[in-house]
């Protein structure tokens, strides 16, 4: 049988695709291993994701993530009034239906999703910033 060239199963930051980048910090880039999407996200100091968040549709975020906080820490906040800060060291997982993610100090993190959904999550930020322009 021929050798068919599989899919990379490890990647450096520089291999990761850029999904959203800004000169204040931000920086989250994805690569796809199978059926999940793996990212490394980095969030500026003072971020708050919430005003993104409510553009989407439904009016927050419906795609679950898994994840490990590298450096820094982030609060999730739920439509539900719930939320949880997760630190540096720490794995999480991210329920659907959070509105917010808020960092005062920044953060760092590594974030597994499922790659459908993902991908649509992605489509529809890339939609509204380029609206915001």
Known sequence: SL???EP???ATTEDLTVLLQDEGGTDVRS???DEMAANINRFAPGTDLGP???QLPGGDCSVPHWGYVIDGAFTVHYTDG???TVTAGQLFYMQPHHDRLTTN???V???FSPADDARQLFGHIASIM???G
């Open 105 to 107: 100090d920044g953060v």
């Open 52 to 54: 993104l968040l409510a």
């Open 8 to 10: 990379a199963m490890h």
């Open 130 to 132: 380029q609206a915001a």
């Open 109 to 111: 993190l590594a974030e």
């Open 82 to 84: 719930q939320q949880e």
């Open 3 to 5: 050798h068919r060239e």
């Open 31 to 33: 690569i796809d291993f």
